[in-house]
C-alpha cells in the first residue's frame, strides 16, 4: 500500500526556535494536508496545498508542495509551548479517490 | 464552519457488547465520511469510507461485520463495534470531506472517542 515517510520522529527544541519537518512519498499526491492532533483529541487542520510548488502560510506555519509532487515540508518558525504535539502529513494519491495516506506523525516537544 | 463532532468522547463497555459512535458534520452536509482508528502513539488508520446513502467500503483487513456502519443522513454517520472485545480498544476517530470548491480534499476530524472493552 501507499506509504508517507514523516521526518524526523520527534523534536525536542528550545521555546522561540523555528521546525522543520517533512513528508516524502514514493508516488505522486494530488493533494498535500497538515494536521496537529493534541493528546485525546482528534487531527486539526493546519494547512491544504493542492498545486505542486504552492507556498502557504497560516500565522507561523509555512507549508509547501513539493516541484516533484511527492514531498511536502512544514515549518514553524518562533515556536511556544502550545505548539507542543504531534504532526502528521497526509496526502491523496492519484489512484486514491478521496482517501488520504497519513505520514506516521512527528512529535514536537517545546522547552520554555 | 466545517465542524465535526463524536458521541460519546469516552465508552467503557464489557467484552461482547456492541457500542455505537456518532460522527455529526455540524454546519456542512456530508456525502462522504471517514472512520479511522489509530493506537497510542501511532498514526490514523483508515477503516472504511462512509458513504451517504449507500453501503460503506472497508479498507483491506478490517471486518465488515465487526463494524458496521451507517450514512442514513448527510449529517450523522454512526460506526458500531459489535461483539466487542479488548482488542477493539481503540481512539476512534470519524473525518467528513470538505463541500465547497476550495475544501473538496480536505477531511475535517471529530474529536474522537475512546474506546476501552474490559
Known amino acids: 500500500g501507499q506509504q508517507l515517510n514523516q521526518s524526523p520522529q520527534s523534536m525536542f527544541i528550545q521555546e522561540g526556535e523555528d521546525v522543520s519537518m517533512n513528508c516524502t512519498s514514493s508516488?505522486?499526491?494530488?493533494?498535500w494536508l497538515w494536521y496537529k492532533q493534541d493528546p485525546g483529541e482528534g487531527p486539526v487542520l493546519l494547512i491544504a496545498l493542492y498545486k505542486a510548488g504552492e507556498l502557504t502560510s497560516n500565522g507561523r506555519l509555512t507549508a509547501q508542495f513539493g516541484i516533484t509532487r511527492k514531498d511536502s515540508f512544514l515549518n514553524i518558525s518562533a515556536s511556544i509551548p502550545s505548539d507542543v504535539g504531534i504532526y502528521f502529513c497526509a496526502g491523496q494519491p492519484m489512484e486514491y479517490g478521496n482517501k488520504l495516506v497519513f505520514g506516521a506523525g512527528t512529535i514536537l516537544r517545546v522547552k520554555s | 464552519g466545517a465542524v465535526v463532532s463524536q458521541h460519546p468522547s469516552w465508552v467503557i463497555c464489557k467484552s461482547g457488547t456492541s457500542v455505537k459512535i456518532e460522527c455529526r458534520s455540524l454546519d456542512f452536509q456530508a456525502t462522504t465520511m471517514f472512520w479511522y482508528r489509530q493506537f497510542p502513539k501511532q498514526s490514523l488508520m483508515l477503516m472504511a469510507t462512509?458513504?451517504?446513502?449507500?453501503?460503506?467500503?472497508?479498507e483491506q483487513g478490517v471486518e465488515k461485520d465487526k463494524f458496521l456502519i451507517n450514512h442514513a443522513s448527510l449529517t450523522l454517520s454512526t460506526l458500531t463495534v459489535t461483539s466487542a472485545h479488548p482488542e477493539d480498544s481503540s481512539f476512534y476517530i470519524c473525518?467528513?470531506?470538505?463541500?465547497?470548491?476550495?475544501?473538496?480534499?480536505?477531511?475535517?476530524f471529530g474529536p474522537g472517542t475512546r474506546l476501552t472493552v474490559l
Open positions: 473525518s467528513a470531506r470538505g463541500q465547497s470548491q476550495n475544501s473538496y480534499n480536505e477531511q475535517f
Open positions: 508516488s505522486i499526491f494530488n493533494t
Open positions: 462512509s458513504n451517504e446513502g449507500s453501503k460503506a467500503t472497508y
